[in-house]
């Protein structure tokens, strides 16, 4: 039955299983706002070392899945993986040593004997949350603003740009959905912690976390509402039924308008997250995190498919419209996408795994006790 299924449909179905799985790296983000808010909730050793333990259990599943989206991209859209990493490729080596001193500082922080001591690997965890999240909005955000480069008739790519993907970063747009992000995840990282830690051993954490929720919102409140002002009204890139790609006044406007249940799962995903401030910041809960984390994949998703869907290039060039990359230029072939099809049949059994082997880790919160352990980070 899949294999008789179109090439567009298969394309817009890995479109949509690269959208999830991106969405859910979103989430797992708490763990990087977490590590940010280290030095601000935390102020003795061993509150630092609740906060440490309790994202511990959590910092692999965040880089496993990141590999997992571009291992998901690479095998549906190899050309845009190509391009993006063969010529942005000093953004993308930026952000994946962000999260190697990230996997270095968890397993050596507390080592006896470390050369660079403690606060060395606290400062890697908080470059990992700030710098690593940043740049990863800023290259999200090329899926509205364009990048610079060119593909000749063999496809090789030829970046117009000697940062190689940096400049991203200096677009007032693409930094601001950057730095959206950080704050998102530092209020994802301020419920995750409120729900995993047991405060018996450090009751004036609490009160700080759940300070630290609702101003991380405050200060993501400016650049969110920079970032959707410009979606409205900024010119977007968009192409007709022979593929010519030209520049569409009020293109990604006409994306949400066109395609109502991507403008629901923006706007309620966006009244969640609201929603689990307030019971986090308000009403003394702690199960603001679900709330949060929801809102977080379906905002998440919108972005996604306002960028791919509507014929509307999702890797557009400023260099040259007409090298711009869409779910169905740059796609892999039907055979390999219905073989992957079959594959990704597997995929809720893994979530079920995943969600029960979440469950047995959080079954218990992380007390004082757990510092003792050897295997404590």
């Known amino acids: 039955m899949i294999g008789s299924l179109d090439t567009a449909i298969l394309q817009q179905i890995w479109w949509i299983l690269a959208a999830v799985v991106g969405s859910l790296f979103l989430f797992l983000n708490f763990v990087q706002g977490g590590q940010t808010l280290l030095w601000q909730v935390a102020k003795s050793d061993t509150e630092k070392s609740l906060v440490i333990n309790s994202l511990g259990r959590k910092w692999e599943l965040t880089f496993t ?33 962000t999260f190697i001193v990230q996997a270095v500082s968890y397993e050596f922080r507390k080592k006896p004997s470390n ?35 060119t593909l000749n008739e063999y496809n090789q790519v030829t970046w117009t740009h000697p940062l190689r993907g940096l400049e991203a970063a200096f677009s007032l747009f693409n930094l601001s959905l950057g730095l959206f992000l950080v704050f998102n995840a530092r209020v994802l990282g301020s419920m995750y912690l409120l729900n995993n830690i047991d ?3 450090g009751p004036e954490m609490e009160p700080r976390l759940r300070r630290s929720c609702l101003v991380s919102l405050i200060c993501a409140l400016p650049f969110l509402l920079y970032v959707l002002v410009s979606l409205l009204f900024m010119q977007g890139f968009g192409f007709d039924e022979s593929g010519t790609v030209s520049m569409v006044s009020g293109k990604y406007l006409q994306n949400l308008l066109a395609m109502p249940i991507v403008l629901g799962l923006l706007l309620g995903g966006l009244v969640l997250v609201v929603l689990g401030v307030a019971v986090t910041s308000f009403m003394g809960g702690y199960r603001g995190i679900w709330f949060g984390g929801l809102g977080t994949v379906l905002v998440g998703l919108a972005v996604f498919f306002t960028a791919g869907f509507n014929n509307t290039p999702f890797y557009p060039s400023k260099a040259d419209l007409q090298s711009s990359l869409s779910i ?50």
Do not use: C, Q, R
Request: aromatic content about 22%; cysteine-free; glycine content about 10%.
């Open 328 to 377: 169905y230029n740059a796609s892999s072939s039907h055979y390999t996408l219905t073989a992957m099809t079959y594959v990704a049949m597997v995929i809720p059994l893994v979530l079920a795994y995943i969600v029960y082997v979440w469950y047995l880790m959080d079954a218990k919160k992380v007390g004082a006790e757990d510092l003792d352990d050897s295997k404590a980070y």
């Open 115 to 149: 050369l660079l001591g403690a606060w060395v690997y606290e400062l890697f965890l908080f470059i990992n949350g700030s710098v690593g999240i940043l740049l990863i909005g800023a290259a999200v955000g090329t899926f509205f603003t364009g990048s610079n480069f």
């Open 65 to 97: 899945t990141l590999v997992l989206f571009g291992g998901a991209l690479f095998a549906a859209f190899p050309k845009f993986y190509a391009t993006s990493f063969g010529g942005a490729y000093w953004v993308w080596i930026l952000i994946l040593f």
């Open 199 to 201: 405060f018996t051993f």
